[in-house]
T-cell receptor, first 117, second 116 residues
């Protein structure tokens, strides 16, 4: 158990709909990352937050947005869903400011499976 | 920009044997970290091993060890005494150091099969 919690684990929704994926980072971790993994694809970095502020953006579509709340949990919002958005969405967390070598490790949650039909 | 390359899409090993997965990376940074993650059929991402670039000593974790060649920008993973549970996709990943708190940059993965 990595300590990163993601909900829901599985989600089936129709095209055009909107969903929200939730992530609770490990206790004490300030950075949250979102990754997308499509079937037979590698991991695509979407976005990173650090202590509530957006830190870095990757290949995140305009239909997607995220935020990190004061209690450090994060949500990824996916709207106007298309069939191609079906994927495994990972949340990951790390300590943030480098506080030793362990702070450089990013730990992953179990992922949220999204199926768009 | 940093890149990570895993040139072996698939590998196979006999149970109890040793296998080495290759990874090369490209960077102009001197401070960085390298990781191997395992993704079994459950699709969970599990950290296998971590290497700090400033450390000359190769990291080891039980049956897993790395061969870190900084000058060659090579970071291979050796799995000794392979077990059926080692069958998974293995991803090599790079992360910048120096307080940049950057995200992980992944290779495309190597699918490891373990034959009984």
């Amino acid at each position: 158990d990595s300590g990163v919690t993601q909900t829901p684990k599985h989600l089936i929704t129709a095209t055009g709909q909107r969903v929200t994926l939730r992530c609770s980072p490990r206790s004490g971790d300030l950075s949250v990352y979102w990754y997308q993994q499509s079937l037979d694809q590698g991991l695509q970095f979407l976005i990173q937050y650090y202590n509530g502020e957006e830190r870095a953006k990757g290949n995140i579509l305009e239909r997607f947005s995220a935020q990190q709340f004061p209690d450090l949990h994060s949500e990824l919002n996916l709207s106007s869903l298309e069939l191609g958005d079906s994927a495994l969405y990972f949340c990951a967390s790390s300590v943030g400011p480098l506080t030793g070598s362990s702070g450089n490790t990013i730990y992953f949650g179990e992922g949220s499976w999204l199926t768009v039909v | 920009a940093q890149t990570v390359t895993q040139s072996q899409p698939e590998m196979s090993v006999q149970e109890a044997e040793t296998v080495t997965l290759s990874c090369t990376y490209d960077t102009s940074e001197s401070d960085y970290y390298l990781f191997w993650y395992k993704q079994p059929p459950s699709r969970q991402m599990i950290l296998v091993i971590r290497q700090e670039a400033y450390k000359q000593q190769n990291a080891t974790e039980n049956r897993f060890s790395v061969n870190f060649q900084k000058a060659a920008k090579s970071f291979s993973l050796k799995i000794s005494d392979s077990q059926l549970g080692d069958a998974a996709m293995y991803f090599c990943a790079y992360r910048s150091g120096g307080g940049s708190q950057g995200n992980l940059i992944f290779g495309k993965g190597t699918k490891l099969s373990v034959k009984p």
